[in-house]
């Protein structure tokens, strides 16, 4: 594998139900994004890890949980969502504070909340 | 908070024709990042600009990081089809590599 990898590429899921997205990046990056894509809006940040640490929360609401259990992979949780959650999650990595801050994203997690 | 417009929202040009897109922000930046996106898939990266004033090619891509350092530039020279996609703009002004994002820029080229 090469880049950034994302699974599942597509999901569905009802409002009760508890799943998970993960990324992993293959470039050794020390740092990784998680983004949400709506149509016709701008990419919006929610969360971002350096060197494992959460470094932003974008102020999101508590049914989407990261977590981040090394510099390659970082997961989205996610439970009791709501429709209006149905999006693409975009998952990104960049060197960071070791390197540059140009962001390399993965294909995405489709998600669709039902 | 801080806004970054990007324009036009959409573009309808022929193969062959040069293309031009800007994004402008309330704020300056210290890095720009142009990407491309297509269906289905995640934004890939075209061009860094680190420095106000810089002028950088990729291929048929050039893009420049405006004077003021408020504003970016992207041109795509002789438009082929393949080109046909979404392209983002995105702009940082902190140490932690947090980008704001345009709303992009739809091209459609017709043969």
């Known amino acids: 594998e090469t880049g950034v990898t994302q699974t599942p590429r597509h999901l569905v899921m009802g409002m009760t139900n508890k799943k998970s997205l993960k990324c992993e990046q293959h470039?050794?990056?020390?740092?990784m994004y998680w983004y949400k894509q709506s149509a016709k809006k701008p990419l919006e940040l929610m969360f971002v890890?350096?060197?494992?640490?959460?470094?932003e929360n974008n102020s999101v609401p508590s049914r989407f949980s990261p977590e981040c259990p090394n510099s390659s992979h970082l997961f989205l949780h996610l439970h009791t969502l709501q429709p209006e959650d149905s999006a693409l999650y975009l998952c990104?990595?960049?060197?960071?504070?070791?390197?540059?801050?140009?962001?390399?994203f993965g294909p995405g997690t489709r998600l669709t909340v039902t | 908070g801080q806004q970054l417009n990007q324009s036009p929202q959409s573009m309808f040009i022929q193969e062959g024709e040069d293309v031009s897109m800007n994004c402008t922000s309330s704020?300056?930046?210290?890095?720009w990042l142009w990407y491309k996106q297509d269906p289905g898939e995640g934004p890939v990266l075209l061009i860094a600009?680190?420095?106000?004033?810089e002028l950088t090619s990729n291929g048929r891509l050039t893009a420049q990081f405006g004077i003021t350092r408020k504003d970016s530039f992207l041109n795509i020279s002789a438009s082929i089809p393949s080109d046909v996609g979404i392209y983002f703009c995105?702009?940082?002004?902190?140490?932690?590599?947090?980008?704001?994002f345009g709303a992009g820029t739809q091209v459609v080229v017709t043969p």
């Open positions: 990104a990595s960049s060197a960071g504070l070791a390197g540059s801050y140009e962001q390399y």
């Open positions: 470039l050794g990056h020390n740092a």
């Open positions: 890890y350096n060197f494992k640490e959460q470094t």
């Open positions: 704020s300056i930046f210290n890095t």
């Open positions: 600009l680190y420095k106000a004033g």
């Open positions: 995105a702009g940082s002004t902190d140490s932690w590599g947090k980008f704001q």
